[in-house]
């Protein structure tokens, strides 16, 4: 238990359907991130959301939505997704330092378990 | 473009025995961390090395930091079914908290 949830764990839909992942952190962080797994390719990083606000959108395609209604909280908005898209979707929260002059070393990045995506 | 390149891609050992898995790039890391991410989990942190030249030991797991800061290499000794999982390595940019991560060894140790 690292302190991120996620739901659903397992997720099944159709091209057309509209769904959302939600992840929840309990650890007090004020950043949360994105992050697609795919197999033998590296974690992709989605989205960042420092102090709720969207601080980085990696080229994610449109029918991906993000919203972050508070630091706690987290939701990955899925519409007219595409068989490609199928792939391990990772939550993780960490605790970022804003102006934080030496930036050698790293909060550590605490992942929920994933939600396990198919499209059909 | 994969920034980190992790070797080998797969491994698998007998019970007892030990490997080391590496991790590489191009450029000067400002840290670098080593997850290990089991099946239907998260992955979860093991270490975060910032000196070149940096060694650190967590039980049977000893994590070496190149001196030019661009390498990193993970040694297990005496390998346990445990071990098994994903070891995926991450570094940051200076200035910047975000992580980049490679590619990963999958490691399987059989009893």
């Known amino acids: 238990e690292t302190g991120v949830t996620q739901t659903p764990r397992h997720l099944v839909m159709g091209m057309t359907n509209k ?3 939600k992840c929840e952190q309990h650890l007090g962080h004020n950043a949360m991130y994105w992050y697609k797994q795919s197999a033998k ?6 989205f960042v959301y ?8 990696n080229s994610v395609p449109s029918r991906f939505s ?3 209604p508070n630091s706690s909280h987290l939701f990955l ?6 068989p490609e898209d199928s792939a391990l979707y990772l939550c993780a929260s960490s605790q970022v330092w804003p102006g934080l002059a030496d930036s050698r070393g790293t909060d550590t990045q605490y992942f929920g378990p994933g939600t396990r995506l198919t499209v059909l | 473009t994969q920034l980190l390149e992790q070797s080998p891609q797969f491994l698998s050992i007998q019970e007892g025995e030990n490997l080391t898995v590496y991790c590489n790039s191009s450029s000067v890391f400002s840290s670098l961390q080593w997850y290990r991410q089991e099946p239907g989990e998260g992955p979860v942190l093991l270490v975060t090395v910032v000196t070149g030249g940096e060694v650190k030991k967590l039980k049977r797991l000893t ?3 190149g001196d030019a800061r661009k390498d990193s290499s993970l040694h ?7 071990d098994t999982g994903l070891y995926l390595c991450a570094k940051t940019e ?9 590619a990963g060894t999958t490691v399987t140790v059989r009893a």
Not at chain 1, 50 to 57: D, G, I, R, S, V
């Open chain 1, 19 to 21: 769904k959302s992942l």
């Open chain 1, 41 to 46: 390719k590296p974690l992709e990083l989605m």
């Open chain 1, 50 to 57: 420092n102090f709720k606000e969207q601080t980085e959108n």
């Open chain 1, 66 to 68: 993000p919203e972050c």
């Open chain 1, 77 to 82: 908005h899925l519409h007219t997704l595409q």
């Open chain 2, 63 to 65: 994590f070496q930091f």
């Open chain 2, 76 to 82: 297990i000794t005496a390998a346990q079914p445990g």
């Open chain 2, 94 to 102: 200076p200035n910047d908290y975000k992580l980049s991560f490679g």
